[in-house]
């Protein structure tokens, strides 16, 4: 069973931020925050990953509450190539199986 | 650029026939990798870990006999789907880690079809 709860969906403007939520409320403590985004009929795509601190790369920005039980991913400025299902994953440890949820399907509208 | 490509990206066969999906890890050694599934509108479920040198571990409900694994080298597995039926029809998509561990990179994904 997946170990995180998001949102089914969110509409984000584009140009402007969008901020996806995650719970991961029994994350353990060597148990990493992934993040993937499948577009559709395509394999997922890595965004980013974080262990404890707040991250950042060329994609987006990982932000961890400092308890790790939620996190936020920050797409600075929105495309419509930014459409897609948003998945949030905990994996780490002797198991790095991602076990998927359903995701947050993610609309940038014009 | 990818660094796990699979092949075909699309299949179409015929019902009762086998057919082999491969997946490759382009700029790194391998020794695990993963095979999921995906239905229409559903998310990726994991089918079974392929481990390098050593029997692929299934996931409860999959079969093993009908989803030969092979990751006979540190580049590539392969995935059989045996004696193909439509319920079979889906998306077959693999996955590794780097070599850092860290991070997990996925195939472009596979489309069968069985007709």
């Known amino acids: 069973d997946a170990k995180t709860t998001q949102p089914t969906s969110m509409d984000c403007a584009e140009g402007r931020a969008a901020n996806l939520p995650c719970n991961h409320s029994?994350?353990?403590?060597?148990?990493?925050v992934y993040w993937y985004r499948q577009i559709h009929s395509q394999g997922p795509q890595y965004i980013i990953h974080?262990?404890?601190n707040n991250e950042t790369n060329e994609m987006a920005s990982l932000i961890i509450t400092e308890d790790r039980k939620s996190s936020t991913l920050i797409l600075p400025h929105a495309t419509l190539r930014d459409t897609a299902v948003y998945y949030c994953?905990?994996?780490?440890?002797?198991?790095?199986?991602?076990?998927f949820g359903k995701g947050t399907l993610l609309t940038v509208n014009p | 650029g990818a660094v796990v490509s699979q092949h075909p990206s699309r299949v179409i066969c015929k019902s009762g026939t086998s057919v082999k999906i491969e997946c490759r890890s382009l700029d790194f050694q391998a020794t695990t990798m993963f095979w999921y599934r995906q239905f229409p509108k559903q998310s990726l479920m994991l089918m079974a870990t392929?481990?390098?040198?050593?029997?692929?571990?299934?996931e409860q409900g999959v079969e093993k006999d009908k989803f030969l694994i092979n990751h006979a080298s540190l580049t590539l597995s392969t995935l059989t789907v045996t004696s193909a039926h439509p319920e079979d029809s889906s998306f077959y998509i693999c996955?590794?880690?780097?070599?850092?561990?860290?991070?997990?990179?996925f195939g472009e994904g596979s489309w069968l079809t069985v007709v």
């Open positions: 392929s481990n390098e040198g050593s029997k692929a571990t299934y």
């Open positions: 996955s590794t880690r780097d070599n850092s561990g860290n991070t997990i990179y």
């Open positions: 029994t994350i353990s403590g060597n148990e990493y």
């Open positions: 994953i905990v994996s780490g440890g002797s198991n790095y199986k991602l076990t």
């Open positions: 974080g262990l404890k």
